[in-house]
């Protein structure tokens, strides 16, 4: 197997005719793959598959990755958007601009309410400190480490409280409101329904699949407490979150095919 993580802000991952979108990773997500092409079939860390441009991953050894995950200064863009800059400063060049769910090695250097990054493309720069988040997920999955029970052995971030972890994922919910739909999507500025669901666990720590479909071997079941819930309505097809109060989070269909996602009271189809 080969490793490597994504060197671009974000990539689409497509069914093997390399047309139909299946999903989205970003900035310093890790994938491997066995076979080189100009498109290659990769597994990304969280155990899903797609088709992508191997121009697009930067090539880690296995070393490196473990290396990565043991030092833990790996963290996440939580805001919806973050800008990196040159200096530490609103006025400085800006080099790039990344999304929620992106990856960064978070430098030791902090400068005015600013922290120094370096990027999966080795642009260096700063970034204001609330935009990040200890990274909370991990990599583990992709060298076999209790591969076949990896997933369903996961456990809450160490030190949260089942309440505490509940809040959370409504709270990350909360940050996607007013998205557009996007089939296939995971960002801010679009995303679908399990993108939804997807995304505010892994920033809880905790990896699911990214379907809609409940798939053996993922810790997501049609059942649990309130507030980290997941309900399906529409056949089955559309996953949210149910939240305390009776309140639930998801992607709703309008006209023309545009959708967003919202929050409504009441649950709509309980799993």
Known sequence: MKYGIIKVK?????????????DEVFFGWSVMWEDEGEWIEVWTHYGYR??????????????WMEE???????????????????GARVQARMLETLGRGCFVEKMEETENGYCRVKLANEISGFVPEVALRKRLDSDRFLWGKSEERFFVE????????????????????????????????????????SGVV????LMNGVLIWRDSDIREGYPM???GEKGRRCVWWRNGRRPGICCSGGGMWGCIWGTAGICTVRGMRGCLGAG
């Open 68 to 86: 990565r995950e043991k030092a833990g200064n790996t963290y996440v863009v939580t805001r919806g958007f973050a800008d990196v800059m040159r």
């Open 10 to 22: 974000r990539a689409f991952l497509y069914e093997e005719n390399g047309v139909d979108v299946v």
């Open 154 to 193: 996961q456990g809450i971030p160490k030190g949260w409280s089942e309440e505490k972890f509940r809040r959370k994922v409504v709270e990350c919910a909360k940050g996607y409101l007013g998205c557009q739909y996007r089939w296939g999507g995971k960002a801010a500025d679009g995303i679908d329904c």
């Open 50 to 63: 797609g088709w992508m441009e191997r121009n697009l991953i930067e090539e880690k050894s296995r070393e």
């Open 198 to 201: 997807f995304m505010v666990y």
């Open 221 to 223: 079941k049609r059942s």
